[in-house]
């Protein structure tokens, strides 16, 4: 594999910016020349220094830095510049250290996005986005309004518009014209017909958060239409207010933010991870705080053995669980772990990423619920993102609130993210309907097929009674589902036959085929067939296709055809 998701495989337009910092600022070392990591703030940037400097040689740490680059202090900006605040925070480091450094990055989901990589680095190049701690220049007494900036800034046209276009077609406007009208530099990007101000990005926020919410399910226009007013029944709990809907710049980030806020509300304690996870959860849980214990099976049995350990005296941070899991589709049971919780004191993280707040409401039975908002509730997968929700009715919630407060939670969801996310997102339910009834017809051909050995989907898991407990009343069960057949040449046959886009994520809105297991725990296949995931399975996510079924029924054809 030559690239993909963005947290396992670095952008190559983060990799360029990396790249042009370190030449520019950097000299070899001892350890030849550096790399250099990048981060949205000093803050996120001083984490990754520290992972680094517990796992380093104690040698190599003294070779460790931060670059904090920010706009000329020196020059005036249009206000769209100083709105979005562009900045960089480089972690620079000996280029041997890289795969420790990679492993922050992958884990925390903190790392700046290609997007505005890419946007800083045409200020990098300006020479319009500088190291701040650099003295001041004099300014030059002529230049008084910004001459130049980066592209997407010097003219009011789309960004899908040919390059070096202006409005209607017209070359751009020389950098002085531009100096003397900021008016051209006031659009972000114009999209399906319309411009879209920069002002308008914190109310691109609110309306994703109240998306989240429930409370807005229709398409708006931002600039003439007010928002949706928060109702006090909001996921069917009291009081929730749209400042308690936290955005992050992708899932796992939302994951780790949590984490990091319970650590520092609470007393640190182990942490629990409750039924089979999704590769980086357990990773978060074990490395940055005192550890964790793990349930891969998420079962009654689990649970059991958990009240044992609570009643023994055993205390915990908080249970970690995603609802559906990934990729077996089965459901902890939220009625006992809340009940366990209430009465033993410890957090409840509920992942409802893959049953979408669609289709289930976990929030009452959570202290916090995390999702990624780059899947289905995005469905383009041409943007990151993810949210994290404190339940005001939370024993924790206080505690929660003033950890995010004090620094646990920055707002570094970058603005030209904000906006794709919130147009992806204005179609959410109509094409959550679609993908359920879609999954349900493919589930039924699975279901239907000799050489189908199991379906794992929530509507015919053995954990079906826990999904129903928490499903909405229009809810449907979901776009994922996996299955395994009856041999694994069986499995490649049907895989390779099957006329679905290929690839390792979810929540798109084209349909997804996957040997998930083989991709995500390849070095590892003995340890999870020990929790009942076989290495042969393959796992679907759902899209919006219309012959889905004939392209299944297809493939099982060629399974069929293996001797």
Same mark, same amino acid.
């Given at each position: 594999?030559?690239?993909?998701?963005?947290?396992?495989?670095?952008?190559? +337009?983060?990799?360029?910016?990396?790249?042009?910092?370190?030449?520019?600022?950097? !000299?070899?070392?001892?350890?030849?020349?550096?790399?250099?990591?990048?981060?949205?703030?000093?803050?996120?940037?001083?984490?990754?220094?520290?992972?680094?400097?517990?796992?380093?040689?104690?040698?190599?740490?003294?070779?460790?830095?931060?670059?904090?680059?920010?706009?000329?202090?020196?020059?005036?900006?249009?206000?769209?510049?100083?709105?979005?605040?562009?900045?960089?925070?480089?972690?620079?480091?000996?280029?041997?250290?890289?795969?420790?450094?990679?492993?922050?990055?992958?884990?925390?989901?903190?790392?700046?996005? +290609?997007?505005?990589?890419?946007?800083?680095?045409?200020?990098?190049?300006?020479?319009?986005?500088?190291?701040?701690?650099?003295?001041?220049?004099?300014?030059?007494?002529?230049?008084?309004?910004?001459?130049?900036?980066?592209?997407?800034?010097?003219?009011?046209?789309?960004?899908?518009?040919?390059?070096?276009?202006?409005?209607?077609?017209?070359?751009?406007?020389?950098?002085?014209?531009?100096?003397?009208?900021?008016?051209?530099? !006031?659009?972000?990007?114009?999209?399906?017909?319309?411009?879209?101000?920069?002002?308008?990005?914190?109310?691109?926020?609110?309306?994703?958060?109240?998306?989240?919410?429930?409370?807005?399910?229709?398409?708006?226009?931002?600039?003439?239409?007010?928002?949706?007013?928060?109702?006090?029944?909001?996921?069917?709990?009291?009081?929730?207010?749209?400042?308690?809907?936290?955005?992050?710049?992708?899932?796992?980030?939302?994951?780790?933010?949590?984490?990091?806020?319970?650590?520092?509300?609470?007393?640190?304690?182990? +942490?629990?991870?409750?039924?089979?996870?999704?590769?980086?959860?357990?990773?978060?849980?074990?490395?940055?705080?005192?550890?964790?214990?793990?349930?891969?099976?998420?079962?009654?049995?689990?649970?059991?053995?958990?009240?044992?350990?609570?009643?023994?005296?055993?205390?915990?941070?908080?249970?970690?669980?995603?609802?559906?899991?990934?990729?077996?589709?089965?459901?902890?049971?939220?009625? !006992?772990?809340?009940?366990?919780?209430?009465?033993?004191?410890?957090?409840?993280?509920?992942?409802?990423?893959?049953?979408?707040?669609?289709?289930?409401?976990?929030?009452?039975?959570?202290?916090?619920?995390?999702?990624?908002?780059?899947?289905?509730?995005?469905?383009?997968? %041409?943007?990151?993102?993810?949210?994290?929700?404190?339940?005001?009715?939370?024993?924790?919630?206080?505690?929660?609130?003033?950890?995010?407060?004090?620094?646990?939670?920055?707002?570094?969801?970058?603005?030209?993210?904000?906006?794709?996310?919130?147009?992806?997102? !204005?179609?959410?339910?109509?094409?959550?309907?679609?993908?359920?009834?879609?999954?349900?017809?493919?589930?039924?051909?699975?279901?239907?097929?000799?050489?189908?050995?199991?379906?794992?989907?929530?509507?015919?898991?053995?954990?079906?009674? %826990?999904?129903?407990?928490?499903?909405?009343?229009?809810?449907?069960?979901?776009?994922?589902?996996?299955?395994?057949?009856?041999?694994?040449?069986?499995?490649?046959?049907?895989?390779?036959?099957?006329?679905?886009?290929?690839?390792?994520?979810?929540?798109?809105?084209?349909?997804?085929?996957?040997?998930?297991?083989?991709?995500?725990?390849?070095?590892?296949?003995?340890?999870?067939?020990?929790?009942?995931?076989?290495?042969?399975?393959?796992?679907? +996510?759902?899209?919006?296709?219309?012959?889905?079924?004939?392209?299944?029924?297809?493939?099982?054809?060629?399974?069929?055809?293996?001797?």
């Amino acid at each position: 594999m030559v690239t993909g998701y963005p947290r396992f495989f670095i952008h190559k +337009s983060i990799q360029a910016l990396s790249t042009d910092i370190v030449a520019k600022y950097c !000299r070899p070392g001892e350890s030849g020349m550096p790399s250099a990591m990048l981060f949205p703030t000093k803050r996120t940037a001083q984490r990754c220094v520290d992972f680094i400097r517990e796992r380093a040689e104690p040698f190599t740490v003294t070779e460790l830095s931060i670059l904090r680059l920010v706009l000329d202090p020196t020059k005036e900006f249009a206000e769209p510049l100083r709105t979005i605040s562009p900045s960089i925070s480089a972690v620079i480091f000996p280029e041997r250290l890289f795969p420790i450094a990679k492993q922050y990055w992958q884990h925390s989901g903190a790392g700046v996005s +290609s997007r505005r990589a890419e946007f800083c680095h045409g200020l990098f190049r300006d020479d319009l986005l500088v190291l701040d701690d650099r003295p001041p220049s004099p300014r030059p007494p002529q230049l008084n309004k910004l001459r130049r900036g980066p592209k997407r800034y010097q003219r009011t046209a789309s960004i899908d518009e040919t390059k070096g276009a202006g409005t209607n077609g017209r070359p751009s406007p020389p950098a002085e014209e531009l100096a003397d009208d900021l008016e051209s530099s !006031r659009f972000l990007e114009e999209r399906f017909g319309r411009n879209l101000d920069v002002s308008l990005v914190e109310n691109a926020k609110s309306a994703i958060r109240r998306r989240i919410a429930g409370v807005l399910t229709t398409d708006l226009d931002l600039a003439s239409k007010s928002l949706p007013v928060m109702e006090s029944n909001a996921r069917g709990v009291s009081n929730l207010q749209e400042h308690d809907i936290y955005l992050t710049p992708c899932g796992m980030n939302a994951i780790f933010t949590t984490h990091q806020a319970l650590l520092k509300a609470r007393k640190p304690e182990k +942490s629990i991870n409750f039924g089979f996870p999704y590769v980086d959860t357990l990773k978060i849980l074990q490395k940055f705080g005192p550890g964790a214990i793990f349930y891969g099976h998420g079962s009654s049995a689990d649970l059991d053995d958990l009240e044992a350990r609570l009643k023994a005296g055993e205390r915990f941070l908080g249970l970690f669980c995603e609802f559906p899991g990934n990729p077996l589709l089965s459901c902890p049971d939220l009625i !006992r772990i809340r009940q366990l919780a209430d009465t033993y004191d410890f957090a409840v993280v509920v992942d409802e990423t893959v049953g979408n707040f669609v289709n289930v409401n976990v929030l009452p039975f959570a202290d916090v619920v995390v999702s990624s908002l780059t899947k289905i509730f995005s469905g383009d997968c %041409n943007v990151m993102g993810g949210s994290l929700i404190l339940n005001p009715s939370g024993r924790y919630y206080s505690a929660l609130k003033a950890a995010m407060g004090e620094g646990v939670f920055e707002d570094t969801y970058w603005a030209e993210d904000v906006v794709f996310m919130e147009r992806n997102s !204005r179609d959410f339910v109509t094409r959550i309907d679609r993908v359920n009834a879609n999954a349900e017809a493919i589930c039924a051909v699975l279901e239907a097929h000799p050489l189908v050995s199991k379906v794992y989907y929530p509507k015919c898991n053995e954990s079906r009674s %826990n999904y129903e407990a928490c499903r909405l009343p229009k809810g449907g069960y979901g776009g994922l589902l996996s299955c395994t057949l009856e041999t694994q040449a069986h499995a490649i046959a049907f895989h390779d036959a099957l006329e679905t886009a290929k690839g390792p994520s979810l929540g798109t809105n084209f349909t997804l085929t996957s040997p998930y297991v083989i991709l995500a725990h390849y070095h590892e296949l003995d340890w999870v067939a020990g929790y009942g995931v076989d290495p042969s399975l393959i796992r679907i +996510s759902v899209g919006l296709e219309n012959n889905l079924s004939e392209l299944f029924a297809k493939a099982l054809k060629a399974a069929e055809a293996v001797q």
